[in-house]
């Protein structure tokens, strides 16, 4: 079966430091790869995704995140947080070619950057 | 343009009641999938509909049920409530009826309270 392991539930920062959110999924196939973004009060919209090529994606507000294949990982990054940044992140996989929208997501990360 | 549009945004319901709780896609979308997310949980899929037809469904008793209407709206409906279908109900739509080419664009949700 397919799942999802978001290794960090809270993570605190300082403003401009870096982040690194891990995910790691458990699958055997191909798959497509998405980060979700919830801020305070907002609904859940979608910071960036992977679904082939290039390994390392970039999605809005600065983020990135590579896939590594060997790893069955999928980190987001961020070189220097912002205030503005504190939210909930979802990383979620979802099977290559499985013709439905069925996402398996983690847990979620909480992230709360001080000012 | 609008969003996804969701209703009722909070409702509480006893034991053993029944609810439906209703989705307006983005227009021109044609996909619309529902999602259960329990506090501390990520979200997890109940249904996917693309065009009227069911698409997908998650691992949920035959107590939740969906339809998706010609203008392409949607309803979830749970049959007798437990205390365990307490959660926030999202509803996703998508333009696309397959995620190789699309991403899921999510409503604020319904929160369900069963007492």
């Known amino acids: 079966a397919q799942s999802v392991s978001q290794h960090n539930h809270h993570v605190i920062l300082s403003e401009a430091a870096s982040l690194e959110l891990g995910c790691n999924y458990s699958?055997?196939?191909?798959?497509?790869l998405f980060w979700y973004v919830q801020y305070p009060g907002q609904h859940l919209q979608l910071l960036l995704k992977?679904?082939?090529?290039?390994?390392l994606v970039k999605g809005i507000k600065g983020f990135e995140a590579e896939f590594i294949k060997s790893k069955f990982s999928f980190n987001l990054r961020k070189p220097s947080v912002q205030w503005s940044d504190t939210a909930e992140y979802f990383c979620?996989?979802?099977?290559?070619?499985?013709?439905?929208?069925?996402?398996?997501f983690g847990t979620g990360t909480r992230l709360k950057v001080l000012a | 343009d609008a969003g996804v549009t969701q209703s009722p945004t909070h409702l509480i319901k006893t034991r053993g009641q029944q609810v439906t709780l209703r989705c307006s896609p983005i227009?021109?979308?044609?996909?619309v999938s529902w999602y259960q997310q329990v506090l501390g949980q990520g979200p997890q899929f109940i249904f996917q509909?693309?065009?009227?037809?069911?698409?997908g469904r998650g691992n949920f008793p035959d107590r939740f049920s969906a339809r998706q209407f010609p203008n392409y709206s949607s309803e979830l409906n749970v049959n007798a409530l437990l205390l365990g279908d307490s959660a926030l109900y999202l509803c996703?739509?998508?333009?696309?009826?397959?995620?190789?080419?699309?991403?899921?664009?999510f409503g604020e949700g319904s929160r369900l309270t069963v007492l």
């Open positions: 227009s021109g979308h044609k996909s």
């Open positions: 992977y679904f082939s090529g290039d390994p």
């Open positions: 699958y055997g196939g191909t798959v497509n």
């Open positions: 996703a739509s998508s333009p696309t009826g397959t995620s190789n080419t699309g991403e899921l664009f």
């Open positions: 979620a996989v979802n099977a290559h070619g499985s013709g439905t929208y069925k996402y398996i």
């Open positions: 509909y693309y065009e009227k037809e069911e698409r």
